[in-house]
Structure formats: structure tokens, C-alpha cells
């Protein structure tokens, strides 16, 4: 089995907006932390597919290991669950998209992208299809993950940051990648920021609480490009809800069409934003519904008040400052199972349970509000204590640091509750008694 990366998460997106109406907007994302060296796997990280064991991703082999699974092996990911637990970074490397154009060997399960990122370093793909997704079912669920970077490629018929050509239920996903089609065929070619081509089938398969802020283009002669789509496809059944588009989408070709959000619309787009600059969709788009507003000061505040409660279970908030765009985010809302009772002299390991599991960030800071007659510090995450009493300790979490804006404030604020701790005296365990004389004299006492 090769050797099992554990890595640790480091992607800082920055979001900027400026004078104009979210106009010269720019961003900056850290590369990600496992760089895939473009092998694949023998397994995937632990797990059993089960949503309450799920199977762990943690590097880009494992990932190219999915690939490989779902590309070759019938219906193995129908009903399975996935979860990412590190930013990948595809670099210089082939990558092969997970489900090919074999409608038993699509991507059916549920991948939770668990909040990370996978970023393309100028990737060019050489297939059909190029995006980290290639076919998907309706009954599969994507939600959860950003793509970032730039991917090229000059063969790819359906051509998406996150997917090629999708079905299914989309939600909770972004995409700041620079993508380009330069496709010489006569035949049409989608490419979109998010997604290349969507189709739904049935009306629950939506694409929600998504966003596309990057360049998008192809000089292709028949290309069909957009923000958050290439094409929206078959009607009101296909659907994209509660978005929003920031960038550019170009087609020089001579008979395609580029929309800011979509390039060929055959769905309906509710309550989606977009900057207000450009055409929403293409020249030659179909009759689709549109429902578009461009107002960037209630962006946020707008797209959580247009999701009715049916449509927001499992979305995450949108926060926004000052007018800029909205980011993702689930704060913290408890920190449970702190230690209370402590020995003095002996160190107390320092730890608590975050709610909800899926919070932005997790990591808890210890400090001392009151150290009482203690003498206690904290020393590496342990709780030292020199004296008995009660000290009084905060656990804070500092929100709003996995995806931040810049522009006046920091998003979010820091989640604090403080926990006491009763230190007593060590307690002494008598292990042997030693001086009780064996002999006697009778007689004598």
C-alpha cells in the first residue's frame, strides 16, 4: 500500500472588492498542501463508504485512486460515501477525471469535500473531458468543495473547474479557476466555470449555493461558454439556485456564445447574482428562465433570505462585509467535553468537542481568565497547576480564517466560552509499610 499522507490543510483565499459594482475584483489562493506526484494508490486513507465511515481521502493519489475506481469498476460508488480530508494539489500531472461517458461507470455516491480545496496548477487535459468530476448521476451529491487554479485543455468537448458534464445535486461549491478551451472541432463545446454541461432529470437535481469568480474562455468554433455553466440542459428540471458570478466568460468562435452565468440556457436560474456587467447568457442560448439581481451590498443577506428552509439544510452561511462578495461559512456554535476536575502538579491534557462538525474552524486556543489560588499556566494545550482551587479557563475559536475577506474587517467573530476547573490535593496511595518489629519478649510490652 503506498504510504498514507497525512496532511495538513493550508489554503487562504482573499477576496478584494474595489470601487464599481464588484468590479476589479482579485483574489489570492496558497498553493495546496499535498502536491499529487501523479501516482494512484492501492487504497483509499480508512473508511468503508458508509456515511458513518465514509472513505478518507487524504492525498492525490487517493484521489486518483477514486478515478481509477469509478472509471473502470461497474456501479462501485453507487450509495458510497466520500470525504476529503486535505487540499490537493494537482500539479504537471495527467489528471484523469473521476467518471467517464459510460452511464455504469458514472460517479453515483456523495463526496463532502469537507471544506477543502483542489487546485489545478496549470493543468492541460489531453481527453473528452476535463474538470475533477467527469460524468455523474442524478442520485450522486457533490457539496462542500472549492477548485481553484488554472486547467487548459485543446480536446475537451464538456470542460468544468469542478465537473465536465454533470448530473445530480450540487451545492456548497465554488470555483476561482482560470480555465481555457482551445478546441478545434466543428462539433459544440461547453465549458464552464463551475461546470462544463449540467442536465437534471428529476426536480430535486439542483446546483445551490454555488459560485464562480474567475476567467472562463474558448476560441472554439462552437463553444458554449459560462460562469456557472457552459449549458443548463432539459428544462425546469435543471436548476441553479441561490449563486452568485463574478469574472469573465469569453467565446471568440464563430458561432458559439458566452454568458456571464450560462452559456446555453434550456433551465431556470432563480434568485442568482451577478455583477451587472456583460450578458448573463449567451447570443444563442435556448428560452430558459431567468430570476437575476445585481445588487453587491445585500448580496449575502439576500441569498440566505431567498433559500426557504427546505432548501437550506446542510447549506452553509453566507457572510459578507462592507459590500463584498459573499464567502461560505459555519461558525461555531458549542465546545463540549472540557475536563472540570483537575489534580495539582499533575498536567490536565486540554481538549473539547466543536459543534457543528462541519464548523469553518475548529481549533480551540486555551487561556486563563482566573487562576485563583492555582498557580496554574497553560503549557502546550496542558493545564498546569501548582496548588488547589478553581481556575477558570477560556476555549476560543477563531472564525471567519479559512476563507477570509479584506476589505475593512475581518468576517466573523471569535467563539469563546469559559470552562471552571476544581484542582485538589494529590491524592497519595500508601504502597508499603516499613518499621513494625517482628519479635517480642513475653511478658513485656
Not at 462539433?187 to 430535486?204: A, K, P
Not at 452559456?263 to 442568482?272: F, P, R
Not at 451587472?276 to 451590498?297: C, E
Request: glycine share 12%; with cysteine.
Amino acid at each position: 500500500m503506498n504510504k498514507k499522507i497525512k496532511a495538513i490543510t493550508s489554503l487562504i483565499l482573499v477576496f478584494t472588492l474595489t470601487l464599481g459594482m464588484m468590479g476589479n475584483l482579485s483574489y489570492l489562493a496558497l498553493a495546496a498542501t499535498n502536491t499529487w506526484d501523479g501516482t494512484i494508490a492501492d487504497a483509499y486513507d480508512s473508511g468503508n463508504g458508509t456515511a458513518d465511515s465514509p472513505y478518507i481521502i487524504a492525498t492525490g493519489a487517493q484521489l486518483a485512486y477514486m478515478a481509477n475506481q469509478v472509471n473502470t469498476i461497474v456501479n462501485c460508488t453507487s450509495g458510497k460515501y466520500f470525504k476529503l480530508v486535505s487540499d490537493i494539489n494537482l500539479t504537471n500531472n495527467i489528471w484523469t477525471p473521476i467518471g467517464i461517458n459510460n452511464s455504469d461507470k458514472w460517479f453515483m455516491g456523495n463526496f463532502n469535500g469537507n471544506g477543502h480545496v483542489i487546485n489545478f496548477d496549470n493543468v492541460n487535459y489531453t481527453g473528452d473531458l476535463a474538470g475533477v468530476f467527469g460524468f455523474t448521476s442524478g442520485s450522486c451529491r457533490i457539496y462542500d468543495i472549492g477548485v481553484t487554479g488554472s486547467l487548459s485543455s485543446s480536446t475537451a468537448t464538456y470542460m468544468g473547474g469542478l465537473g465536465a458534464r454533470l448530473k445530480g445535486s450540487i451545492y456548497n461549491c465554488y470555483s476561482t479557476a482560470t480555465i481555457s478551451s482551445t478546441n478545434t472541432t466543428n462539433s459544440n463545446v461547453y465549458v464552464g466555470g463551475l461546470i462544463g454541461f449540467y442536465e437534471g432529470s428529476s426536480v430535486n437535481e439542483k446546483i445551490r449555493n454555488c459560485y464562480y469568480n474567475g476567467s472562463v474562455s474558448s476560441t472554439s468554433k462552437n463553444a458554449f461558454v459560462g460562469g456557472l455553466a457552459g449549458r443548463l440542459n432539459t428544462g425546469v428540471n435543471s436548476q441553479f439556485l441561490h449563486s452568485y458570478v463574478a469574472g469573465s466568460s469569453t467565446a471568440t468562435g464563430t458561432n458559439g456564445a458566452a454568458g456571464r452565468i450560462i452559456g446555453q440556457l434550456d433551465g431556470t436560474i432563480s434568485s442568482v447574482y451577478w455583477d451587472g456587467v456583460g450578458n448573463v447568457k449567451g447570443a444563442g442560448s435556448g428560452g430558459g428562465s431567468l430570476q437575476l439581481y445585481s445588487d453587491p451590498i445585500k448580496l449575502a443577506d439576500s441569498l440566505n433570505y431567498l433559500s426557504a428552509p427546505t432548501e437550506t439544510t446542510g447549506f452553509k452561511q453566507w457572510i459578507s462585509n462592507d459590500g463584498s462578495l459573499p464567502i461560505f461559512f459555519v461558525p461555531a456554535t458549542d465546545i463540549a467535553g472540557v475536563p472540570t476536575i483537575a489534580t495539582a502538579g499533575t498536567d490536565l491534557p486540554l481538549n473539547g468537542t466543536v459543534s457543528p462538525a462541519n464548523a469553518t474552524n475548529k481549533n480551540i486556543v486555551w487561556s486563563i481568565k482566573d487562576v485563583g489560588t492555582t498557580g496554574a499556566t497553560i503549557i502546550s494545550d496542558n493545564l498546569v497547576t501548582t496548588a488547589t482551587g478553581t481556575v477558570v479557563i477560556t476555549a476560543t475559536i477563531t472564525d471567519g480564517t479559512k476563507i477570509g475577506i479584506t476589505v475593512t474587517s475581518t468576517p466573523g467573530t471569535n467563539y469563546t466560552k469559559d470552562f471552571t476547573i476544581t484542582v485538589s490535593e494529590p491524592f497519595f496511595a500508601i504502597t508499603d509499610i516499613v518499621g513494625v518489629p517482628v519479635s517480642a519478649v513475653a511478658g513485656t510490652d
